[in-house]
């Protein structure tokens, strides 16, 4: 795009519709990212050097629509009886045009939808960074920024209730740690509620809470009325479509025999119940359950959809009355003792059952609660201290913690209570937060959050005492058919029962803590990068001809942020030394953070662990593959250099000639594929002195190589590499690698519970 028009080049134009068509598509993804769409659509041939200029405009009700795929593709059975003037540019009337064309810095109006308005708020807020919520409704409604931009929006707020999380401004959404649940997870979790509902004593009383329900998402799918009056039409808005199919062909011969005049859709499921068959439905739907529901939410614009959507239905919203002067409303605070006075005599009620139904906010609450205008702390903040109280530690910071212990401290007190929970499983594999009965559970991919792809848990839990090693989940995707309208998203199962382990201990218990009378301390600290670090750092770092690296392998997750091997001390000081004595027992650690997790169910489920002891260091093979694999990764950024403190740091974890890696290597016989790799990285190193950045000083690991000497120039987006043959080979070993990795490391990572 250059100013006001949207180029598409082609070699030739046989088919002038198909690439029309297919700019009309990137108009259309640019619209829905809020990027100003162009007033001119210039196709050109550089074959024939002929061009074709079209309006924009002329084309909106295409632009406005969705388009899924890339825009080259399935573009033939477009046409249009617009037709474009033509432009031959190779002489001087036509470069003329063009260049008048070009000067065009105009773009044409779209409208606001719920497909796009996500995108132009984020580009309202880009470009007004303190630009409230309010104020990005108001600009919709009344274009200012936007004027020449997008049309008056004209529609309701609660238009936008399933995505209302991500039109927060920036402070806010960060103090929230908001984001909506997919319908078709919503809809899933129902199954457990349900479980739940049935786990209350005959003759007691419930009430479904929610303490974070922004606009409502978790309550969309609950019933409303009376299971006796719910039509066959209605019945797939609160169950599954495919427990819808499995009821209806369980009562097929019922409907056929006595309803066979009714409209199918308006028979009712009271109707069909007098009729015993193996499915009772009562076994799955309950009356009302909407009407059982206790939410709150802390925004707003929040809590005037939750009003207006479902104000009559719930047994009441927290808070019942609303300050419209303020974006946060007062008393809506999740973890206030507002909303607990208000739940706490149905805590009290024996009668009554507390189901807790939440998908938290996740984040780390580390920051201030303190209120400038009471000079008293936030009640998010007096959670976190009662936690620390327990010597929780850490784990206190964590707002979907601080939710859990809430949970289960303050409202979960009977025995047949339960809570229904969406978070990382790390609350129960690793954190002991939730030592209770398991009733059933599911991992949902977390993409469908707005997130990245990675496994989060829907775990309904009892509140019985129960110590369990394991728990198996079932995984579930989406299935979007092309269609953003989640409604119509469909749910399936993958296939996988995961079985999820516990976690007793971290890596950081195989920290080598030792001191030597000979260390000398110095100054030169590493980026993660592997190069020095100058400036303000942590720690003290040392010198020792026995220190050959530094590895930090921090806490559970199989996060490559949490994991640096390096030459020297990083600056953060978190980690230990490899010394020239024990470094090989070390290296499995750094192999097990790299773990590839290929799967979203696999993300934020595979935990590193101490948990098998120091077993894995007495299999020599597996020790000599994890040396083959960390001296070769990319991964590794030890470094050879001249560091500040006048000193030389050679890389002695590398498979350069005469290293301390290469001497551990030699007392191993290799297999073919070892060899395999070993001789692809001499021919790098060969390839490597053939280039002009190589010093012969130098101990190189590929990662150096890769860095320092694999030079490339760049034309637009294109690498040019300077050395073909050597980043061709570079890339080779990589793959190989990987493999390696797979086939050889993997299995006992697990057998020795380095990874669970």
């Keep these: 795009m250059y100013k006001g028009t949207l180029f598409e080049f082609k070699l030739t134009i046989p088919d002038i519709n198909k690439v029309l068509f297919q700019a009309i598509k990137y108009l259309s993804h640019m619209r829905i990212k809020g990027e100003s769409v162009p007033k001119t659509i210039l196709l050109v041939a550089l074959n024939e050097g002929i061009s074709y200029k079209f309006e924009s405009k002329d084309f909106l009700n295409y632009v406005e629509k969705i388009y899924f795929g890339a825009s080259s593709k399935d ?24 260049t008048e064309i070009l000067q065009d810095e105009g773009f044409i109006k779209i409208h606001i939808d719920i497909y796009d308005v996500v995108g132009w708020a984020n580009r309202f807020y880009s470009e007004n960074p303190k630009a409230t919520k309010t104020e990005l409704f108001n600009e919709l409604k009344k274009p200012k920024h936007f004027k020449e931009l997008i049309y008056s929006w004209k529609g309701k707020e609660s238009d936008f209730k399933y995505i209302m999380d991500l039109l927060n401004d920036r402070m806010h959404r960060k103090e929230l740690g908001a984001f909506y649940t997919p319908p078709a997870y919503c809809k899933k979790a129902l199954e457990l509620v349900r479980k739940a509902i049935k786990q209350i004593p005959k003759g007691n009383d419930y009430v479904i809470v929610d303490r974070c329900a922004g606009t409502g998402n978790l309550q969309e799918f609950l019933t409303d009325k009376d299971v006796k009056d719910i039509t066959i039409g209605e019945v797939g808005k609160y169950i599954e479509e495919e427990f819808r199919n499995k009821y209806l062909k369980d009562k097929k011969d019922i409907i056929n025999t006595f309803y066979s005049n009714k409209i199918f859709n308006e028979i009712t499921l009271g109707e069909l119940e007098k009729h015993k068959t193996n499915i009772n439905i009562y076994d799955y739907l309950f009356d009302n359950e909407l009407s059982h529901c206790i939410i709150a939410t802390y925004e707003l614009k929040e809590w005037i959809v939750l009003n207006e959507r479902i104000g009559d239905k719930v047994k009441t919203i927290i808070p019942p009355t609303i300050n419209p002067d303020s ?54 903040s007096l959670i976190k201290e009662k ?21 289960w401290k303050y409202y979960l007190t009977k025995k047949n209570d339960c809570f229904i929970l969406f978070s990382p499983i790390k609350y129960w594999k690793s954190l002991g937060l939730c030592n209770k ?62 079985e999820i382990k516990k976690a007793h201990s971290t890596l950081e218990n195989f920290a080598d803590k030792r001191e030597f009378k000979d260390d000398v301390e110095t100054n030169v600290w590493s980026n993660a990068n592997g190069y020095e670090k100058f400036g303000k750092n942590e720690g003290q770092p040392l010198y020792n001809k026995n220190i050959v690296g530094w590895l930090r392998a921090k806490g559970y997750s199989c996060d490559p942020m949490n994991t640096q091997f390096i030459r020297q001390m990083i600056y953060i000081n978190r980690g230990f030394y490899l010394r020239s004595d024990n470094f090989l027992d070390k290296l499995p650690l750094f192999c097990a953070k790299l773990y590839p997790q290929k799967n979203w169910y696999e993300r934020d489920i595979y935990f590193t662990t101490a948990d098998g002891g120091e077993k894995y260091t007495k299999d020599s093979n597996f020790l000599k593959s994890c040396l083959i694999y960390a001296c070769l990764s990319p991964r590794n950024h030890c470094l050879s250099f001249d560091g500040s403190d006048k000193r030389f740091y050679q ?22 594929i070892e060899k395999d790799l070993i001789n692809l990285f001499e021919q790098i190193l060969k390839e490597a002195k053939k280039t002009k950045n190589y010093d012969s000083k130098y101990k190189y690991g590929t990662y150096q190589i890769d860095k320092e000497l694999n030079t490339f120039t760049k034309d637009e987006d294109i690498k040019i590499y300077d050395y073909p043959e050597l980043n061709t080979k570079l890339i080779e070993l990589k793959n190989k690698l990987s493999k390696y990795y797979e086939e050889t490391i993997q299995q006992k990572l697990f057998q020795y519970q380095l990874l669970k």
């Design 437 to 498: 009965e398991f009733i059933e559970g599911y991992l949902f991919n977390r993409k469908h959050f707005h997130a990245g792809a990675s496994a989060i848990s829907c775990i309904c839990w009892k509140n019985v005492e129960e110590k369990k090693d394991s728990i198996i989940l079932k995984a579930f995707d989406i299935d979007t058919k092309n269609n953003l309208e989640d409604n119509d998203d469909e749910i399936f199962d993958i296939n996988k029962d995961i």
């Design 327 to 380: 974006a946060l409303v007062e008393g809506g605070d999740a973890l206030a003792v507002e909303i607990f006075e208000e739940i706490k005599p149905y805590v009290k009620d024996k009668n009554c059952n507390v189901i807790l139904f939440e998908n938290p906010p996740y984040r780390d609450s580390n920051s201030s609660h303190y209120n400038e205008k009471t000079k008293q702390k936030k009640s998010g």
């Design 651 to 672: 890389n002695e974890l590398c498979f350069d000639t005469n290293t301390i890696a290469t001497e551990a290597l030699n007392k191993y016989k290799l297999n073919k």
């Design 387 to 407: 936690m620390m109280e327990e010597t929780l530690g850490n784990e206190a910071r964590d707002i979907s913690n601080q939710f859990i212990w809430s949970g």
């Design 75 to 98: 573009n033939k059975d477009f046409s249009t009886e617009i037709k474009p003037e033509k432009i031959i540019y190779n002489n001087i009337a036509g470069l003329s045009r063009l």
